[in-house]
């Protein structure tokens, strides 16, 4: 499956942006999703994920309140949106997916993921 996403660019500390992940040459159905980010200087963390059902979800600390996940199986897309952004929230953004058999799996962790789309940039300014 190819993943892209989009959505990305420059905002205010207070700010909101949401990030699309657009997928293609598969069952957008099968996989799990999940959201990762990396700031300049610092290694990839997680973000966000949302299995494969939509019925779960989670989050990263950082993000908990503020940030929420979503799916559209029809439109073969996985959403993040981000509300109270902060400066530390600056980093490239991406997606990524993995096919789990049950509908309830999910992950946060980066080796379980399989396929990896190129990140938007997202620059939250003070």
């Known amino acids: 499956v190819q993943l892209q996403a989009s959505g990305g660019g420059l905002v205010q500390a207070g700010g909101s942006l949401r990030l699309s992940c657009a997928a293609s040459?598969?069952?957008?159905?099968?996989?799990?999703m999940g959201w990762f980010r990396q700031a300049p200087g610092k290694e990839r963390e997680f973000v966000a994920a949302?299995?494969?059902?939509?019925?779960?979800?989670l989050y990263a600390d950082s993000v908990q309140g503020r940030f929420t996940i979503s799916r559209d199986n029809a439109k073969i897309a996985v959403y993040l949106q981000m509300n109270s952004l902060k400066p530390e929230d600056t980093a490239v953004y991406c997606c990524?997916?993995?096919?789990?058999?049950?509908?309830?799996?999910?992950?946060?962790?980066?080796?379980?993921?399989?396929?990896w789309g190129q990140g938007t940039q997202v620059t939250v300014s003070s």
């Open positions: 949302i299995s494969r059902s939509g019925g779960i979800l």
């Open positions: 990524a997916a993995v096919a789990f058999s049950s509908s309830y799996s999910t992950s946060k962790l980066e080796k379980d993921y399989d396929y």
């Open positions: 040459g598969g069952t957008f159905s099968r996989y799990a």
